[in-house]
């Protein structure tokens, strides 16, 4: 019933910005918190970003200063503004809303199926 949906990937070369979309949709109580994970190529998956639902955000050692999380509560749409990329920030990158469907439920995990970001000259 809950789907999330990335969009804004892209090829940009080291130094540009991108800015990635995260929107859920279908029936939706709440979402506890969003976040954004990347997996490289022959890497584990790795969390980027979180944002709370009180605005709370906290950052991977690897993005801070570059990366900027952001949320739209009234419409469940999450953002990572990418800045100053480089080659090791290539990789596919998956939205995550901890959200639960109506009052009684409980809160589960849900994700997004990723969106490709390349940083290459």
């Known amino acids: 019933q809950v789907q999330l949906e990335e969009s804004g990937g892209g090829l940009v070369q080291p130094g540009g910005s991108l800015r990635l979309s995260c929107a859920a949709s279908?029936?939706?109580?709440?979402?506890?918190?969003m976040a954004w994970y990347r997996q490289a190529p022959g890497k584990e998956r790795e969390w980027v970003a979180t944002v709370t639902s009180g605005g709370d955000t906290n950052y991977a050692d690897s993005v801070k200063g570059r990366f900027t999380i952001s949320r739209e509560n009234t419409v469940n749409a999450a953002f990572l503004q990418m800045n100053s990329l480089k080659p090791e920030d290539t990789a596919v990158y998956y939205c995550?809303?901890?959200?639960?469907?109506?009052?009684?439920?409980?809160?589960?995990?849900?994700w997004g199926r990723g969106a490709q970001v390349t940083v290459s000259s």
């Open positions: 995550n809303a901890i959200l639960k469907v109506n009052s009684n439920s409980v809160y589960r995990l849900y």
């Open positions: 279908g029936i939706i109580f709440s979402i506890n918190a």
